[in-house]
C-alpha cells in the first residue's frame, strides 16, 4: 500500500494508460480523482475500481484539460474537498497522422495543445496545491507526465505529435528544478508501441503489428499496465531521489 493516505489525480482517465494508473493507484491506496473531457468512460473507471473496494477509492471531475477555465475549476475541488495533492499524472494526449506539408495550422495547434498545453496548465494549477502541502508537511509528492517514444525519435505523419511529446520530456525537466526546493518531485514516461483504443485501428493491420515485432527488442506490442508500472513506481517514495528523468519504456526499440 505504497498510496495509503495519498491524494491523486489523473487526467484521460477514462480509457488506456490513464484507466490503468488510476486503477494501479487506488489498489495500493490512493484517493484518485479521475480527470477527462467524457463522463461516461470515467464512470466506467470508477465504478471498477470503487466495485472492488469496501469504500470508494474513485471519483471523476469532468474537464478539459486544454481549458485555463477548466483546469482552474479542477484545482479549485482539489482544495476545497482535500487542501493537498501528493500524486499528479499528465496522461491526457492523442494525435492523428498528418503529413506536415498537408497540415493545417489548427490540426497543429490541437495537437499540441492536448498533449504539451494541457501539462503545463493542469502542473500549474495543482503544482500550486502540491507547493503549499509540502510547506506544511514532508512526504511523498510527485508528478509524472506521460511522454512518448515519439518524443525521442522523429515519426513520419507525426510532426506535432512527436514535437509536442519531446517538448513535455524538456518541460519536466524545467518543472523539475521549479518544485524540487519543496521535495516535489517531476519525471516523465515515454511508452512505446502500446495496445490501447489510439493505437487499435493501426493494431488491426498485420503488417504494421509485425513492423513493430521485428523492430522491438521484446517483439511484441506493450499493454496499459505494463506502463502502468513504471508510473506507480515513479510516483512512489521508491523513487525518492529520481527527479528530472524520463523514463523510457518501449520494449527496446531504441536499442534495435
Not at 488510476?22 to 470515467?42: D, M, N, P, Y
Not at 512526504?139 to 510532426?159: F, K, M
Request: glycine content about 10%; aromatic content about 6%.
Amino acid at each position: 500500500m505504497r498510496f495509503a493516505q495519498t491524494i491523486a489525480v489523473v487526467t484521460g482517465a477514462g480509457s488506456g494508460i490513464g484507466r490503468s494508473v488510476a486503477f494501479r493507484l487506488a489498489s495500493e491506496g490512493a484517493k484518485v480523482i479521475l480527470v477527462g473531457r467524457t463522463r461516461q468512460k470515467l464512470e466506467q473507471t470508477a465504478e471498477t475500481i470503487n466495485g472492488k473496494s469496501r469504500i470508494p477509492m474513485a471519483e471523476i471531475f469532468t474537464a478539459d484539460c486544454t481549458d485555463g477555465e477548466d483546469v482552474s475549476e479542477l484545482a479549485e475541488y482539489v482544495q476545497q474537498h482535500y487542501g493537498d495533492l501528493h500524486v499528479l499524472v499528465n496522461n491526457a494526449g492523442g494525435s492523428r497522422n498528418t503529413r506536415i506539408l498537408e497540415m493545417s495550422e489548427t490540426e497543429w495547434d490541437e495537437v499540441q495543445s492536448v498533449n504539451l498545453k494541457s501539462v503545463f496548465l493542469v502542473s500549474k494549477a495543482l503544482g500550486k496545491i502540491m507547493v503549499e502541502g509540502a510547506k506544511r508537511e514532508e512526504g511523498n509528492r510527485a508528478i509524472v507526465n506521460v511522454a512518448s517514444l515519439s518524443g525521442h525519435q522523429a515519426g513520419a505523419e507525426i510532426p506535432h505529435y512527436s514535437a509536442a511529446k519531446a517538448g513535455v520530456i524538456n518541460f519536466t525537466r524545467s518543472l523539475a528544478l521549479e518544485l524540487a526546493p519543496y521535495g516535489i518531485r517531476v519525471n516523465s514516461v515515454s511508452p512505446g508501441f502500446v495496445d490501447t483504443p489510439l493505437t487499435a485501428h493501426g493494431l488491426k493491420n498485420d503488417r504494421f503489428v509485425k513492423a513493430i515485432q521485428r523492430n522491438t527488442a521484446l517483439r511484441r506490442v506493450g499493454n496499459p499496465d505494463e506502463i502502468a508500472n513504471v508510473i506507480a513506481f515513479a510516483s512512489s517514495p521508491e523513487a525518492s531521489y529520481m527527479t528530472g528523468s524520463d523514463l523510457l519504456v518501449d520494449g527496446g526499440w531504441l536499442i534495435k
